[in-house]
């Protein structure tokens, strides 16, 4: 799976942005998605991960209620939504997915060592 991630740039806090993850090479229906970030001299942390039916999400505390993750499968892609957007939301976003399904097509992964496939990063700056 090769995976593009796009939609970052620059935004005034309280603004929004939508980032898009698409995906070739194979299927990825039956897998399930994550976005992460990593900010200037931090680790790279999850912001959000969706099941691979779609029916299940997880948020970072430091998103939940701002940002919303979403997959279009017929369209290969997966999203993040982020809206009032904080300048602390500054950091580079990476899309990803795992090599294999989990065992329950509702199950999310939120460890990053159990993804495989990732997106080249996309830059959001959220300025004060």
């Known amino acids: 799976v090769q995976l593009q991630a796009s939609g970052g740039g620059l935004v005034r806090a309280g603004g929004s942005l939508r980032l898009s993850c698409t995906a070739s090479?194979?299927?990825?229906?039956?897998?399930?998605v994550g976005w992460f970030r990593q900010a200037p001299g931090k680790e790279r942390e999850i912001v959000a991960a969706?099941?691979?039916?779609?029916?299940?999400?997880y948020y970072a505390d430091s998103v939940k209620g701002r940002f919303t993750i979403s997959r279009d499968d017929n369209r290969a892609a997966f999203y993040l939504h982020m809206n009032s957007l904080k300048p602390e939301d500054t950091a580079d976003y990476y899309c990803?997915?795992?090599?294999?399904?989990?065992?329950?097509?509702?199950?999310?992964?939120?460890?990053?060592?159990?993804?495989?496939?990732w997106g080249q990063g996309t830059q959001v700056t959220v300025s004060s």
């Open positions: 990803a997915t795992t090599r294999t399904p989990t065992y329950y097509i509702t199950d999310v992964v939120t460890g990053q060592g159990r993804y495989y496939y």
């Open positions: 090479g194979r299927t990825f229906s039956n897998l399930p």
């Open positions: 969706i099941s691979a039916d779609g029916g299940t999400t």
